[in-house]
C-alpha cells in the first residue's frame, strides 16, 4: 500500500502497426500524460526502444520522475505474457522475422517491472482494472477492430495457455464448408466475418447477390468500410441493415459456443464494430438465446467496453502494469 | 502433512444413471475396497443417500472406520461444485426434477467434508491426480462414451465458469447446416457425431449411402454399436475404418477450436471410444495439424487416459476428496 502511495503511476504502451501511444496512467484509470511515436519510423528494435525512452523521459519527468512510476505494460501484436516477448509479428519491420525480447529491453533501460501481452488481453486487463468488468472472475473480452481478437478471464486471470497465445477466438471455424478465405491462411474463420473488414466484405456480398435498392451502391464497393455500413443502416437502409443482422447472428452462434467452453459471466466488446450499437448487439443477443445449450441461457451478460475508445488500448496496457 | 497421514483415504462415488459405485481410494491412486448399489432402485434422494451410507459403512469399517477418512468426492450427472448439488438430471428419478443438494447430505451423514462435481471434470481431476495429466496446469479432457463430455484445466484449475457447468464441449457446433439432431435439443453438435452413438449414427448413414460391402452389413443396422464398428474395422473392413476416420477428423477439427480458447498442453481422451486406438488417433492428430490455426501447431499432446477404465470414474470422483 504504501509502495503505491510512493509509486503511484503505471506506464501503459498501445504498441500498434502504425502508431506507439505511451500514457501515464493513475489507479482510477485516469491518464496524466501521454506521447508517442511512430513504429515504423525505425528498422531495428533498439533505435524503436531507444525512440521510446527518449519520448518517454518527457511525461515521466512530467509526473515527477521515475521513482513515482511502479511498473509498465505493453499491448503488442503477437505478445507472449510468459516470457515478454514479440514473437513473428508480420506488421512490425523490426520484428517479423523473430523473437523481440521486448519487455526486457524496456526493463534495462527505465529500471521498472515491465510485463506484455497482446492487445486483446491487454484490453482484457483493462476493463478489469478501469473498466466494466470490475469485480468479475469469468469473462471474454472480443475486440472487433480490423480483426477480431480476445482475452478470456477464468478464476480472474487471463487464459495464456501452455505457450503464452491462448485466446484466439477470431479464429474459431465458424463455416466448415464455402468458408470466406481468412488472413490466417485458412477458411471460415469468425474474423472473416466478424471483423470491419468482414462487414465490409458482407455488404459487397449482398450487394452482388442482388439488384435490391440500398444507399450503399452510391459508394465504390472496394472502398465501403463498417462505418458506411452503419450510416447506411442508420438511415434506415435495408441491405445495410441486415449485414449487420448477419454479422450479429454469427456473433451470437460464436458466444453460444464459447459459452460452452467457460460459461462466463459477461460478453464483453471492444473496438470500431461496436459504435453500431444496437444494430449489432440486437441481433447478438437473440441470436445467442436461440443458440445457446439450454443450461447457460440467461447467463451471460452482453456489455460494451466502458473504457474511452481513443485511450482504452493504452489503459489496457497499463493495466497489465498494476497486475505485475 | 499429518493429517494425511492420520487420514491416508478418501471416498469415490461415480454416480451413474444405472450404477453407484464407491470406492476408497489412498493417495496414490489404489483402490482400498469397493462396493456399489443400484442408482434408480430409489424414488426419493433420501433413501438413496441412507441406501448408500449403509454401504458404504461397510467398506468404511473394512479400512479402519470414518477416521481414516479425509474427504468425499462425488462425480455425477448435472453436477454443479461451487453448490455440490445436482441440477435437473433427465436420467435420475429422484433428481430430474429440481436441485438436490447431494453433497451437503452425504456430509452431514458421514461427518467428512463432501465436494462434487460433473463425470467429466471428474475425470479430469482424476488425470491430474492419478493419471497422464500429473504436473499439467493446462489441458482438456474429453469423455468419449455414450455422450461426449469434457473437463478443462487452465492455471491448474478445472472452469467452472460463473455458474458451476462450465465445459460443455460436446456442444459445439460442428455442423451448422444440415447437423444431426443432438440429445440437448439442438443440431450439429460435437456429441451427435463423435460420441459412441455418433459412430454407430455414421455407420448407419455410411451404410446407406452406398452398396459396398461391409461386414456391418451381417449385423441388424439398428443394433451396430461403436465396438462392432471398430471390430470390423480391425479386421481390415473399409467401410468401418472411414467410420472412425470421419469421426477422428471432426474430433481434430473440435480441438483446433478449442487450441485456439486455451491453448492447452494436452488433449486426453477418456471413455469406450478411445478402445478403437489408432483407427481414432491417427485420423485426429492428422486433422488437429491441417486445421489448427499455425501458432499452436505441434504444441498439443493427444493422450489416451491413464487410469483402469473400470475404476477410472471412482478414481476421478475421489480426486475431488484431496482438492478439499
Redo the contacts between chains.
Keep these: 500500500m504504501e509502495e503505491e502511495l510512493i509509486k503511484p503511476y503505471v506506464i501503459g504502451l498501445d504498441l500498434g502497426g502504425t502508431n506507439s501511444v505511451f500514457g501515464i496512467v493513475d489507479s482510477r484509470g485516469e491518464i496524466k500524460a501521454t506521447t508517442a511515436i511512430k513504429t515504423q519510423a525505425y528498422d531495428k528494435v533498439d533505435d524503436y526502444v531507444n525512440a521510446s525512452v527518449e519520448a518517454l523521459q518527457i511525461i515521466i519527468d512530467q509526473v515527477g520522475g521515475i521513482d513515482k512510476i511502479k511498473a509498465m505494460g505493453i499491448g503488442a501484436p503477437n505478445g507472449n505474457f510468459y516470457s515478454g516477448t514479440i514473437e513473428f509479428a508480420p506488421n512490425l519491420k523490426w520484428g517479423h522475422t523473430g523473437v523481440v525480447p521486448l519487455a526486457k529491453m524496456f526493463e534495462e533501460k527505465l529500471g521498472v517491472p515491465v510485463g506484455l501481452t497482446n492487445d486483446a488481453n491487454a484490453a482484457a486487463i483493462g476493463e478489469m482494472t478501469y473498466g466494466v468488468a470490475r469485480g468479475m472472475?469469468?469473462f471474454i473480452m472480443l475486440t472487433l477492430g480490423t480483426g477480431v481478437g480476445s482475452g478470456?478471464v477464468?478464476?480472474g486471470?487471463v487464459?495464456?495457455?501452455?505457450?503464452?497465445?491462448?485466446?484466439?477466438?477470431g479464429?474459431?471455424?465458424?463455416?466448415?464448408?464455402n468458408g470466406r478465405q481468412c488472413g490466417?491462411?485458412?477458411k471460415g474463420c469468425l474474423e472473416a466475418y466478424c471483423s470491419a473488414t468482414g462487414v465490409a466484405r458482407t455488404a459487397r456480398e449482398f450487394l452482388q447477390q442482388s439488384d435490391e435498392h440500398s444507399l450503399l451502391r452510391e459508394l465504390d464497393p472496394d472502398s465501403i468500410t463498417s462505418l458506411d455500413v452503419s450510416i447506411a443502416a442508420g438511415k434506415g437502409d435495408e441491405l445495410a441493415k441486415r449485414v449487420y443482422e448477419f454479422t450479429g447472428e454469427m456473433l451470437g452462434?460464436a458466444c453460444?459456443?464459447?459459452a460452452?467452453?467457460?460459461?462466463?459471466?459477461a460478453f464483453i466488446f471492444f473496438g470500431g464494430l461496436t459504435k453500431a450499437g444496437d444494430l449489432l448487439m440486437k441481433p447478438l443477443k437473440k441470436s445467442f438465446d436461440e443458440?445457446v445449450?439450454?443450461?447457460?441461457k440467461g447467463?451471460?451478460k452482453f456489455l460494451i467496453s466502458g473504457l474511452d475508445g481513443s485511450s482504452a488500448a493504452v489503459l489496457g496496457a497499463s493495466a497489465i502494469g498494476w497486475e505485475l
Design positions: 472472475k469469468n478470456i477464468i478464476n486471470q487464459v495464456y495457455g501452455c505457450d503464452g497465445f491462448a485466446g484466439e477466438l479464429h474459431v471455424i465458424m463455416r466448415r464448408e490466417c491462411g485458412r452462434e453460444a459456443d464459447f460452452a467452453f467457460s460459461s462466463p459471466e443458440h445449450l439450454k443450461v447457460f447467463k451471460s
